[in-house]
């Protein structure tokens, strides 16, 4: 991941799990949930650190390559078809609903996603 340009935390206070694949055109991706909280062991400041992620892979025939993701509020999101669904309430802020889901298309990840009111670039 390093090789990819992955600028997370590596070290026991990280947590990765398999997502799922999901083929696109000719995208073929594998999604992998991080999470990082800083233990008191490794916290730099007064109080931990933590960020999650969804990570982004495309799987090749020499394995897997690190493409980027999207820092996220969290939850495991399921597959369902091309989109991926995150657990996160259904509601609405002034008559417009919030968006929990990330769809992809054959043109690759999308650059900007916006997740439970926030938007979150795609970066690595």
């Known amino acids: 991941m390093r090789d990819g340009g992955f600028r997370g935390a590596m070290n026991e206070d990280a947590n990765v799990w398999p997502i799922g694949n999901m083929d696109v055109g000719k995208w073929r991706y594998r999604f992998v949930h991080y999470e990082w909280l800083e233990s008191k062991k490794n916290m730099q400041g007064s109080s931990p650190h933590g960020r999650t ?66 938007s979150f670039g795609f970066g690595k």
């Open 53 to 118: 992620d969804l990570l982004i892979f495309e799987r090749t025939k020499k394995g897997l390559v690190y493409l980027g993701g999207y820092n996220t509020h969290g939850g495991r999101p399921r597959i369902e078809g091309h989109t991926l669904v995150f657990p996160y309430k259904d509601y609405e802020i002034l008559g417009i609903k919030v968006a929990k889901t990330i769809t992809f298309d054959e043109t690759g990840p999308p650059g900007r996603i916006l997740l439970d009111g926030e």
